[in-house]
């Protein structure tokens, strides 16, 4: 009798344990880790047999997408990426701000939450990116692609190396956003659209996951939560005004200011705003 209680104590002391873990930065990793290599397994199986990812648009639809949304190719676009989502946006200016187009599941990314840091660790970035002509790849292997730019200002600040960091199609990635070749193929038409039109650079802003409270509530703790926090100030401001935010790196950081149609195809520079309103 005495030894069942001591081995129902133990377990119980077990589970209580394995219960605060999960409630450390280390358990949070841990359950998106598992969360994202379900998603990863899901849509390798999808792909494998052939299968449109769950969530993907009707893409032999486009035309009548584009007439009940009333926009067409050669508008100004904006891409954002969340990567415990495995989600991909796009979105298209109209009427002075952005509309929702279309989310796409992304088919594979690889490494963890958090940002590149350096050549071969085999992260995706996160941060504020710029897309412009010869950044394009029409003969990619991987169908086709387009350089987001990585390392921009902010990553060289911070001694970041990697190079040939790409949106593109099929389900395999180092280091890449791999959203299938179907998917990048509608990508693709609205980017060469935008830039064919004038836009001189498409903003694509990658993050961590959707940035909520809730979601930096959750991980905080983590070593990046700083730097999370820092993407969140942008990302709310493009929420508050659908029009991508103005993006410079000051003192290390990422600064912003409100956008406009005339700023959307802004590069990311080292400059300090005079009016730093609206920055943490």
């Not at 700023?263 to 009016?275: I, L």
Request: charged fraction near 20%; include cysteine.
């Amino acid at each position: 009798m005495m030894l069942r209680h001591l081995l129902v104590s133990l377990v119980l002391v077990a589970l209580a344990a394995g219960g605060y873990f999960l409630f450390t930065p280390q358990g949070r990793q841990l359950i998106d880790r598992v969360h994202i290599n379900m998603q990863r397994a899901e849509n390798r199986a999808h792909h494998e047999a052939g299968k449109p990812l769950p969530g993907t648009p009707d893409l032999a639809r486009l035309d009548a997408r584009l007439k009940a949304a009333g926009i067409a190719p050669g508008m100004p676009v904006y891409l954002r990426v969340f990567k415990l989502e495995s989600e991909i946006e796009l979105w298209v200016e109209k009427d002075g701000r952005f509309e929702l187009f279309a989310t796409y599941p992304m088919c594979m990314w690889s490494g963890r939450l958090g940002p590149k840091l350096r050549e071969g660790d085999q992260q995706a970035p996160e941060g504020f990116y710029t897309v412009s002509k010869d950044a394009l790849n029409p003969n990619s292997r991987m169908h086709l692609s387009f350089n987001l730019g990585f390392p921009n200002v902010y990553d060289r600040g911070k001694g970041r190396t990697g190079s040939f960091l790409m949106v593109h199609g099929g389900c395999a990635s180092i280091g890449c956003y791999a959203v299938t070749d179907a998917v990048v193929d509608e990508i693709w038409a609205f980017v060469t659209a935008a830039l064919d039109q004038g836009q001189a650079r498409i903003p694509v802003h990658a993050f961590p996951f959707r940035m909520t409270e809730r979601n930096l509530r959750l991980r905080q703790g983590d070593e990046w939560s700083g730097f999370w926090a820092n993407l969140k100030t942008g990302s709310d401001l493009f929420e508050q005004s659908r029009v991508p935010p103005v993006v410079s790196v000051c003192e290390g950081r990422y600064v912003f200011e409100p956008g406009s149609a005339a700023t959307v195809a802004s590069d990311v520079e080292e400059r300090c705003p005079p009016d730093m309103a609206g920055n943490s």
